[in-house]
């Protein structure tokens, strides 16, 4: 089975919705008696969700490149289907838990097994099999927009995500304060600890490249100190943060990260924001309300932080 990052995306934020679920039934012992047999019954069903979900995120290949030249597993395209719409679609492996966000078509559906390969302008034919008709659609577009896909924060090097001043204030660090201060800088959070298990049970000792990423795994979790959980209120490894975006037409898009000194692992663009990073390093230290620019950012302009682990903006006029 393969996974797309969308997929992975919503799978990772369905298992932490589920453990909050089952830590708040596990903080329930006081109330107890008060429990009907439904709330077991949904305690039970989130623990089998949770154990699903690992298994699917642990056997799965993830999908890391996309195919713009034809219609793959991971590609977005509009399709007609004869109704003068183009409907945006992506095609996936196999459709996993539904995701309301994505209008997915799986590679073993009847319209999926066609689809595979198609490229722009393509008349495709399927059967419809529960109506028992023959239909067509047509492929009009393959969406080549790189910000229109989530994507692993380390398909990029770390000297290409990097940017120029943090890299100074990381050398400085390492020369003037040793290789433990270093690593303090650059200490990783406890849903990264977790992707890196995640990444272990993928990997086979026996295989000579998988071994090699196993030890820097390893090397990873026992040198690299975990972040405390924040408290004072400003931007900093660990925080949980809510962000309005401004886009060029004047648009607001309202969007939840963790921010991260570095990606370790298999984190995602739309889950993880790095300090390393320029966009990181202009929002590090701000404080709920407090706005960002981004001047060379293709899609947004701007933005402001609403909330910081849940302290929201007191500064703005509601």
């Not at 398909?155 to 943090?166: F, I, L, Q, S």
């Not at 030890?215 to 408290?231: F, G, L, M, V």
């Not at 900093?236 to 886009?247: L, M, N, P, R, Y």
Request: hydrophobic share 35%; with cysteine.
């Amino acid at each position: 089975m393969k996974l797309v990052p969308e997929q992975i995306y919503y799978l990772r934020k369905l298992r932490r919705e589920m453990k909050r679920k089952i830590m708040e039934f596990n903080n329930s012992s006081e109330s107890r008696n008060r429990l009907t047999f439904e709330d077991f019954y949904k305690d039970s069903q989130n623990r089998k969700d949770v154990e699903a979900i690992n298994e699917m995120l642990t056997e799965a290949e993830f999908v890391k490149t996309r195919n713009f030249e034809m219609v793959d597993i991971g590609t977005i395209f509009l399709i007609d289907y004869g109704d003068g719409y183009k409907y945006p679609t992506m095609l996936v492996d196999k459709d996993t838990m539904y995701d309301p966000n994505h209008n997915y078509i799986p590679t073993d559906s009847e319209i999926g097994s066609v689809l595979l390969g198609a490229k722009e302008g393509d008349i495709i034919t399927f059967i419809l099999s529960e109506i028992g008709r023959k239909m067509t659609a047509k492929i009009t577009d393959i969406d080549r927009i790189q910000d229109h896909y989530m994507h692993f924060i380390k398909e990029k090097t770390y000297k290409n995500r990097v940017c120029a001043p943090v890299k100074r204030q990381m050398a400085k660090i390492k020369t003037e304060e040793g290789d433990e201060a270093y690593k303090k800088a650059l200490a990783i959070t406890e849903s990264q600890v977790e992707l890196l298990y995640d990444e272990l049970k993928k990997l086979d000792f026996r295989n000579p490249e998988d071994k090699s990423r196993i030890n820097e795994i390893k090397r990873i979790i026992k040198e690299y100190p975990i972040a405390s959980p924040p408290t004072n209120g400003i931007v900093e490894a660990g925080s949980k943060i809510v962000i309005t975006f401004v886009t060029e037409n004047s648009q607001f898009i309202t969007k939840e990260y963790e921010f991260i000194n570095r990606a370790v692992s298999t984190e995602l663009d739309s889950e993880y924001i790095e300090r390393i990073s320029d966009f990181g390093n202009e929002i590090y230290g701000l404080s709920p309300g407090d706005p960002f620019r981004l001047p060379n950012n293709n899609w947004y302009i701007g933005g402001v932080i609403e909330s910081i682990d849940e302290i929201e903006d007191k500064k703005r006029v509601r």
